[in-house]
T-cell receptor
Framework: EDQVTQSPEALRLQEGESSSLNCSYT??????LFWYRQDPGKGPEFLFT?????EEKEKERLKATLTKKESFLHITAPKPEDSATYLC?????????????WGAGTKLIIKP | EAQVTQNPRYLITVTGKKLTVTCSQN?????MSWYRQDPGLGLRQIYY???????DKGDVPEGYKVSRKEKRNFPLILESPSPNQTSLYFC????????????????FGQGTRLTVV
């Protein structure tokens, strides 16, 4: 069964303390992996799309990487405004339903 | 401004009273979908639409209906709401189905918090 697992469920960091969030996936083949940021009570906001192993994308303090089994969202020197829930989603090859498989998210809290 | 607009933002209703949550996008996107989000369960897709007059069930379609008569609108209909449909609902749109080519990221609406008593 296709599955996406995010870890940890929650992560508390001090401002400036770099870390990584993990998204591991089990699918028959990967068409694309998406990262989103969600603030409380708001809709998810798109961050990155990764298509193949070895691909990396960066945006400000965030960098997303992809291997054949997982993706990491690296956060460098985070600020309190980076606090949010980060969601990972996967589109599987051969999925005729055209649906994304979503992880449960990692809640990131950055303390000043 | 490119956006997905849902209405209402908040709704409290009683069991069995039909309701509609509207969703409109101004980006000429082909693919639209509805999700519900519940604590500990993450985002679950209710219905999706590949284009006008083309809709299909997601993972949790029971108790919901949708229609896609125009490209920009994708309303979610609850014919007879029940308390287990209390949730936070999101409408989303993308140029094409997720992953099918470049620029297929989803744009989400602000959400509709529904309470059924």
């Amino acid at each position: 069964e296709d599955q996406v697992t995010q870890s940890p469920e929650a992560l508390r960091l001090q401002e400036g303390e770099s870390s990584s969030l993990n998204c591991s996936y089990t699918v028959s083949g990967l068409r694309g992996l998406f990262w989103y940021r969600q603030d409380p009570g708001k809709g998810p906001e798109f961050l990155f799309t990764l298509y193949s192993a070895g691909e990396e994308k960066e945006k400000e303090r965030l960098k997303a990487t992809l291997t054949k089994k997982e993706s990491f969202l690296h956060i460098t020197a985070p600020k309190p405004e980076d606090s949010a829930t980060y969601l990972c989603a996967v589109q599987a090859l051969g999925d005729s339903n055209y649906q994304l498989i979503w992880g449960a998210g990692t809640k990131l809290i950055i303390k000043p | 401004e490119a956006q997905v607009t849902q209405n209402p933002r908040y709704l409290i209703t009683v069991t069995g009273k039909k309701l509609t949550v509207t969703c409109s996008q101004n980006m000429n996107h082909e693919y639209m979908s509805w999700y519900r989000q519940d604590p500990g369960l993450g985002l679950r897709q209710i219905y999706y639409s590949m284009n006008v007059e083309v809709t299909d069930k997601g993972d949790v379609p029971e108790g919901y209906k949708v229609s896609r008569k125009e490209k920009r609108n994708f309303p979610l209909i609850l014919e007879s709401p029940s308390p287990n449909q209390t949730s936070l609902y999101f409408c989303a749109s993308s140029l094409r189905a997720p992953g099918w080519g470049a620029n297929t990221e989803a744009f989400f609406g602000q959400g509709t918090r529904l309470t059924v008593v």
